[in-house]
């Protein structure tokens, strides 16, 4: 679809797409929920660009190969698990430790976030696949 509005709509909309999705995700902080729907919106994001300029364009735009995505969420959402593990915990349990930042305080970190952030990676990974894939052909 060759649009100037679309083209230029694309370029100013996909930052801000990228930046809410990562406020859903991080909204995971304390309870899981936020990877996927974020994964979705950041997704939506490359492909309503990919719509705008090509597919080429929206993959460069990505940086990282699609399936490298979903290789690197996989292993997050999985590593996720292995503190559980060594601290003789059910798998998959919440585990959480304290940073103390110097500008925010004690900033209280949670396996559930990692694991959000790896089904985040891969929601992106499998839709940004899927619809480039279609798109291509």
Do not use: C
Request: no cysteine; charged share 10%.
């Amino acid at each position: 679809m060759d649009s100037i509005i679309l083209r230029t709509a694309a370029r100013y909309l996909m930052p801000i797409f990228l930046l809410f999705s990562v406020i859903i995700l991080l909204r995971g902080h304390n309870a899981p929920g936020g990877g996927f729907i974020g994964g979705l919106l950041a997704a939506g994001a490359f492909v309503f660009y990919a719509i705008a300029h090509g597919v080429a364009e929206a993959s460069r735009k990505l940086l990282i190969a699609p399936y490298t995505l979903i290789a690197i969420g996989l292993l997050v959402a999985f590593g996720s698990s292995i503190r559980s593990f060594f601290n003789d915990q059910p798998f998959m349990s919440s585990e959480w430790s304290v940073l103390n930042m110097p500008w925010l305080g004690k900033l209280p970190i949670g396996t559930p976030l990692v694991f959000d952030a790896g089904v985040y990676l891969v929601v992106i990974g499998v839709t940004t696949t899927i619809v480039f894939s279609l798109a291509e052909e």
